[in-house]
């Protein structure tokens, strides 16, 4: 009487503290991810932000260089100008000395005219050359302008692609708020469903000592479901799992299908090695195998496969370390744990 005393101790104990730390595992664990979630965003707008702006003052860079080139032709065409200006003033008084020795001495008409002549040629030279300079001036300012107008336009596209970047860092804060917010109360659901489903197997199965709550997890003794180096499920543990197999059924038919569960059956054996002539060469097979049998048995009773995970562990995870029989039939067991997927 004192040892199933203690024992119904520890049933009404552990659940609702493996419950609670289940819980808080959980919403660490979604913590990190939605943290690194949002980091991998954020470092993916940041770098193509720093490759835009990269990009832009590369161009804007190599329009100065060509706007400082545009200057210094522009000033070197200013230059010409001035020369030109200064031969034609030149050209200008020299024109007007000849003109006043032609009033002054008729006899020399005729030299006079023709060095006038020749100066005024000069003098339409200098001038058609001065309107190419002044054309050319022109041009350069123009293409000056265009340039201006370009790092302008460039420089109103960086405003943007900046402006871009700050609403894509408030809506990636935001999709992390509300992914907070949404997957804590899958969690918080799935928790509730998870001691719903553990409280109904105990009231099911608590008849037999040799199945048990240990952690968040149902575990059933090898001996219960199988014989000793077999893989299928005997008469005695079909008529468990047909139980098992009534509970799931029940809890499917209240868990929302937004929320993603899975039985999770993992198989798991004692240390000691398989002779390696028999059907199952190491205790992965046999692990594997037998857990693998649970799950094709619940789908035969109706259960979704979807809802249902199998995993061999082998000898690999044992409840004790040791090699007494009582450890090695412990450590013999199938486990059974309602997770998400």
Known sequence: MLSRRRFTAQQDYWPAFVDMLTTLVLSIIFLLSVFMLAQFFLSQQITDRDTVLTRLNAQIAELTELLALERANNRDLQDNISLLQSSLTAAETARDELQGLIDQDAGTAGAADQQISTLSGQLSDEKRTSQRALAQVELLNQQIAALRRQIAALEDALSASESRDRESSAKIADLGRRLNVALAQRVQELARYRSDFFGRLREIL??????????????????????????????AGQQELDKLAAALLELEGQIPDEIAWVLRVDGHTDARPLSGSGRFRDNWELSAARAISVVKYLVSRGVSPEHLVAAGFGEFQPLEPGDEDAINARNRRIELKLTER
């Open 206 to 235: 608590s008849q037999r000592s040799d199945i048990r709550v240990v952690g968040d997890r149902f575990v059933f003794q090898s001996e219960v479901l199988f014989n000793s180096g077999q893989a299928d499920v005997n008469p």
